[in-house]
């Protein structure tokens, strides 16, 4: 009993300690939580009032705990606005506010104007009740923050207060705009002070001021007062930015000029690709005040941009034709950029950079007018600008209008301009009727033709229509001319730059929503209807787009594949009419027929033809080195069928490589297609991408659907979780894999079914709710299955399943995305039951493995016209050796068999 009594007492010493432990601990967290609470409290905010009222000015004693008690009163009166009403009441009776003002206006330096900053900054972003943020914008200090005389040469002060501005402005409306626009004086300081930096040498600044000046637009657009005020004001700050963006187009084209472009490093490149996302920010930047349907404010920057920017600037250095925009810049012109522009200079840019600005305005602007003008003056040829107001519809360029209002008449003249346009061509055409360029053709005096031209000052010169008499419609001549400058441009005889940039700028207004039809239609730029004749599309301007593929096609020119694939994009665009509505065969609306002439249909089966040889020969190098090079271009050659992909304009003009000179260079690790290929592997895969785009091309035009690429690929995929009866299946082997699987790799063992068809290696489960049927778990590409015999276990299989050289998406490479040797997709042991059945499992991967690539290899090799007359052809593709329940092989099924589908994790 004394015994058992003691057990007892020491148990409950012990319980009683833990429980004391435990007390402990949940006083600690009480006492904690308290103090917490006790800091975020009504309390707490007084008692820091106290501190304020006790330390009216800032000192260096005191500056310290200033700093902590302002930051603490903005966390309280946070938690206030979120949990207690009163906090926030006290805030305001007591005009706490006041004090961040107060202790501004002391000048006491760069530190706590940091801090206050940054306090007001975390007050702005965390509170969200309506009334809160009223009361807080209330009594004009945040007006007189704004407008305090900041030291701005010190970077910190500059960006914490950019940084207030753009908090300030998140919190507008319409009703709020009455805090910060003073209509008595007038006044609107947030907005003022902050265009004073939309051309700060900090993009940081840069960006935060256009963020602000949207927000400051989108809230002034309910609100009249306010959008009087800056009806009054934007016309000189557009102006300014204008101009601005002009200056940076000219430093964007003496970048271009100075660039080396030697190698990956070189400064040159890194500067331009700073011009070219500038230039992108700004154009969407403009292109966002114009979609928010403010007016006034969409009225006065299209205005400036038709009459200061893009009519002076950009198209007329286009329709300017004089060897020294016509010629790309290389590196032997390099010269020193400036650092400024100067503005009594000459305002010009070359060729290249025009072509490039104008289509990136033309694929970022729909507003109507200002692409209409712009079109027009390309397209149409002299453009009557006149006393225009392209911010309206209604005040648009009077010429302009009138050409839209008698748009009815244009194909009329569109026929006539064709025929002008052969007749230009023709007389300036070398032997054999291809384009020329436009130094051998155009003079310099064609350029005082032009209606838009430029002096010291931006501003066009303008000559006052007199509308009371009909005006002149751009004629046929003026539209020729027009035509056949832009079928001048796409010349890539000596390299792919100004036909590229031409290409994309007629892809740009084509595919603008905002162009007026007949504009585009007039220009010959548009898709034959259903129905019409053949050769009905601007002839002159197929037929150079055909002489760009014929000469980028070759291996050794210096063109590259964007080009080449853009080019075949255009010439389907205006060659290929929709489908007609009565055909049945499902076949022939896939693929709707094309009006292209005889002549062209010959010029087409010459490039495709060429395209073969070309392929032919590299395969033939190949050839020559044995079957293990063979296999390797086999490898190469199926990938490169899956990678190539329609050009993506907006990633492609995104890169500022495509302004300079092609070369093999990997600058900034730019993708494959917008480079010249190295010798080697590089040159291979660039003749087989140009033979799958030139194929493509030679389809389209032949009306014929492919059925050779990919090489010996099933017509009835196999997907994963499929049922398969395998009482119709012969070879299937029983076998154990084990594999690890997961994040943590771990090693899982389960039972299987192998089976091996001619084509994929799959993985059946047994189902247990339907004897007799297998589950599919896996599926792989039996040309990517390697099985060794493991030396130490004569009954198991090591078998690995990979991609060699895997395709990486387009733009990976700007990423640092590398291509590897190969890629293991599936690594693990099969062990089979006995040492016959791996034998035979071993058995039918090597041979089926070898089998399959033979038989591509021999698909290949017909395809290039190898196959040698009386060689049976092979068979497409074998009916599936097995039943499927409840669903019966497509034979018409063509859709493409990714190389792996597979559960890893349950094989």
Sequence with gaps: EDGGTAIEGRTSVKKTSWESAGNMFARLQEALAGKQKKRLSLGELKALNGVMEQNQTVEDFNQNLIVESLRSIA????????????????????????????????????????????????????????????FLLSKNHMNSIITHKFDFQQEEVLAYYISFMKSLSMKLTPDTLLFFHNEHLPEFPLYTQAVGFFNHKESMVRVAVRTLTLQVFKAALHNELTAEFLGRTVPEYFSNLVWVVGNRSIAMDACLRSGNGDGPATPALGQLEGHVAEHLDLFCYMSDVIMLNFKALTHHLSVQLVDSLFIPLYVHCITWDSDQTMTPVVASEASSEPSEVDDNADRSIGIVVALYLTAQMLLIFDHPPVVNTVAAAILLGKAELGDQQPGDVETLSFGLRQMMLEGDRLADVSAAATKKTADALASAAAAGGRPVPASAVVKAEDAAAADVVTDDHPTPRRSTPDKSNHVERPTAECRAEALARLVRLLDPTVNDVVALQTMVMLHAVMSNQGSYGRIVKAAGLIRPAAGVGVGSYDQELVKALLWVIEVTARADHCGRL??????????LQLTITPPEEEEEDPKLLAHPPSVLTSEHRALVHQVYDFAVAQLLQSYGKYADSGKEARGRFLDTFELEVKRVKPVKISLLMSQASVLLVPSSAERGNMDFEWRLPTEGEETARRIMQTFFYVRKLWLKVIREPETLLPLRQPKTALAVRESVDMSMVKDLIACSVVSRTGKAKNLVQVRRFMLVDPWRLCLLEAQTDKPGYGLVRFVADLNNVIAC????????????IRQPSPVIPRGAAAAGKKQTAHQVIFSGRFVFDDHIRCVAALQYLERGRANLRAEKL?????????AKPGDPEPERSPKRPWKVPGREPNEDNDSEHSAIIAEPDTP
Aim: net charge negative.
């Design 789 to 800: 015999p493991e030396s130490h276990n004569t009954r198991a299989l090591a078998i690995v």
């Design 562 to 571: 964007c080009t080449l694939g853009l080019a075949i994009q255009l010439t």
């Design 75 to 134: 966390e309280i009166v946070i938690w206030g606005d979120q949990n207690d009403p009163k906090v926030f009441e006290y805030f305001l009776e007591k005009n706490m506010i006041a004090y961040f003002d107060k202790f501004l206006g002391q000048g006491a330096g760069a530190f706590i104007n940091t801090q206050l900053l940054q306090t007001l900054m975390m007050l702005l972003d965390n509170i969200n009740t309506p009334t809160s943020i009223w």
């Design 858 to 866: 021999c698909e290949l090799e017909s395809l290039l016209g190898m």
